[in-house]
Nanobody
């Protein structure tokens, strides 16, 4: 199983970025796909989640109204549209997957760095 994330980069505050995560190696029909982020010295944060079946989404309070998670089943790819970026959004972003019935993220891709500067 591979989760290949891309789209990170450097942007100024208020800017936008779109992350992509291409999933392969199995079907994820009854799984929850998520974007997580990690900053040194801070706990890992689940930024947004989406279920492949039904497209139900959820967001961390810190990104509500600014970030949008979406999925393209045909391409087995999820996206994270990040708008109105803030300095505190700087982190390594990972995509991950867990079964709907589970709590642990079983699969996690390599991270992509997002750096927001003033």
């Amino acid at each position: 199983v591979q989760l290949q994330a891309s789209g990170g980069g450097s942007v100024q505050t208020g800017g936008s970025l779109r992350l992509s995560c291409a999933a392969s190696g199995r079907t994820f029909s009854y799984w929850v796909m998520a974007w997580l982020r990690q900053t040194p010295g801070k706990e890992r944060e689940v930024v947004a989640t989406i279920t492949w079946s039904g497209g139900r989404t959820s967001y961390a309070d810190s990104v509500k109204g600014r970030f949008t998670i979406s999925g393209d089943n045909a391409k087995n790819t999820i996206y994270l549209q990040m708008n109105a970026l803030k300095l505190e959004d700087t982190a390594v972003y990972y995509c991950a997957a867990r079964p709907i019935s589970g709590t642990n993220y079983v699969y996690r891709g390599q991270g992509t760095q997002v750096t927001v500067s003033s």
